[in-house]
């Protein structure tokens, strides 16, 4: 049983900061890649940012230069820093860890429950 816990969502002013994390934990082999991912109310969810493994990440066009993402493999645990909020980042965001749960298992993505981020003064 694989769990990914987020926490640290909620209220942010636009301009100002929020800070998430997601910790992943039980049977993992091995986490290729972590990310965070985002719905807004109507809809698609979206990818915000990812990180392998090596470190090398990925951001969406609309969060670059605000938003890091960054990952402790030691925790499996994965941060997304949010800064320069803007009311368009209101949104519940899921954190995804793609992984293997054996030696000999595939990887496969698994999901946290969401965390509500919302940006309004």
């Known amino acids: 049983q694989v769990q990914l816990v987020e926490s640290g969502g909620g209220l942010g002013q636009p301009g100002g900061s929020l800070r998430l994390s997601c910790a992943a934990s039980?049977?993992?082999?091995?986490?290729?890649?972590m990310g965070w991912y985002r719905q807004a109310p109507g809809k698609q969810r979206e990818l915000v940012a990812d990180i392998i493994r090596g470190g090398i990440t990925n951001y969406a066009d609309s969060v670059k230069g605000r938003f890091t993402i960054s990952r402790d493999n030691a925790k499996n645990t994965v941060y997304l820093q949010m800064n320069s909020l803007k009311p368009e980042d209101t949104a519940v965001y899921y954190c995804?860890?793609?992984?293997?749960?054996?030696?000999?298992?595939?990887?496969?993505?698994?999901w946290g429950q969401g965390t509500q981020v919302t940006v309004s003064s």
């Open positions: 039980g049977s993992i082999f091995s986490i290729y890649a």
């Open positions: 995804n860890a793609n992984l293997q749960v054996t030696r000999y298992s595939g990887s496969a993505p698994y």
